[in-house]
């Protein structure tokens, strides 16, 4: 492997693909105090497809509401605008990313991320102070092994045969023989997507979250959720090894491992409904 092939993929994130522009338009009316219901409805109702994709997960069993949800402005309203916005979020990033064939199993990887985004705000709801970014830090954490993937192929199954062959992490890996990592490409193609600035600290120092500086919290709750996934069989094949329990991350949140423990158990009854869930969006 190449030490620049993982620089020159850090300087080709821009030929990746960008997130929709109504996306930047949903979240910016989601985090608007003053946006009504049919504001956000409105924006999007203009995305035919997504609108789409959004009532068929809206009505799935990971919601199991008892009656029919006929439109979007009332699906925000029986799941609020930050609800309906990790939907968004979620629909736009795995189509945007998972179209292009690969020899990498992405579906895998969804599962993990969907799996991470929801022990994120699992977690955040154990804690005394509000975190904002978890879904979406937690959602996008591994979306640079995808980068990767797509800007150097050879490279990143080279890596990941590496990793198993040595029993290894694929970041211990890609740190030998690049001197960076999968965290640092997810946090340029953050950038790339405009994301807000602790949810780009997040994704980059996830490997080590006590180098956070714009929210550090964010970081540790993503690494924390990262692990929860793991744990409750969520994980991705890229790893030769298993996790080790983040336990910094856990004293730096105040969480116990009781806590902790109880998230992993909700997440382990969940598989069917997120096996749902993705399987709609992968149908679109």
Not at 185 to 191: D, H, Q
Not at 262 to 277: Q, T
Request: net charge negative; proline share 4%.
């Amino acid at each position: 492997m190449s030490e620049s092939d993982l620089k020159e993929a850090i300087l080709r994130v821009k030929e990746l693909p960008t997130l929709p522009t109504v996306l930047g338009k949903i979240l910016s009316t989601a985090a608007d105090p003053n946006a009504s219901a049919l504001d956000l409805g409105e924006h999007i109702a203009a995305d035919q497809s997504l609108s789409s994709t959004i009532l068929k997960l809206v009505n799935s069993a990971y919601y199991g509401f008892y009656r029919q949800i006929s439109s979007v402005t009332q699906a925000i309203v029986m799941l609020g605008f930050l609800e309906v916005r990790n939907l968004t979020l979620t629909a736009s990033a795995f189509q945007n990313m998972g179209k292009e064939s690969s020899g990498y199993d992405r579906s895998l990887l969804w599962r993990h991320s969907f799996g991470t985004a929801m022990a994120a705000e699992r977690l955040a709801k154990l804690l005394p102070k509000d975190i904002e970014g978890c879904f979406e830090a937690g959602l996008l954490h591994d979306f640079g092994k995808v980068a990767l993937d797509m800007l150097c192929p050879e490279t990143f199954r080279e890596a990941v045969q590496l990793a198993h062959d040595e029993g290894k992490l694929l970041e211990e890996v890609l740190q030998e023989h690049h001197g960076t990592d999968h965290a640092e490409l997810g946090g340029i193609l953050a950038e790339h997507w405009n994301l807000p600035l602790t949810v780009v600290d997040a994704i980059r120092n996830q490997l080590q979250p006590e180098r956070a500086e714009e929210a550090p919290d964010l970081a540790h709750l993503t690494t924390l959720a990262t692990y929860a996934a793991f744990k409750a069989d969520l994980a991705e094949p890229t790893n030769g090894r298993a996790l080790d329990l983040p336990e910094g991350s856990l004293k730096a949140l105040g969480l116990s491992l009781e806590q902790f423990a109880g998230v992993v158990r909700e997440l382990l009854d969940s598989h069917d409904e997120i096996d749902a869930f993705l399987g709609i969006i992968a149908e679109v």
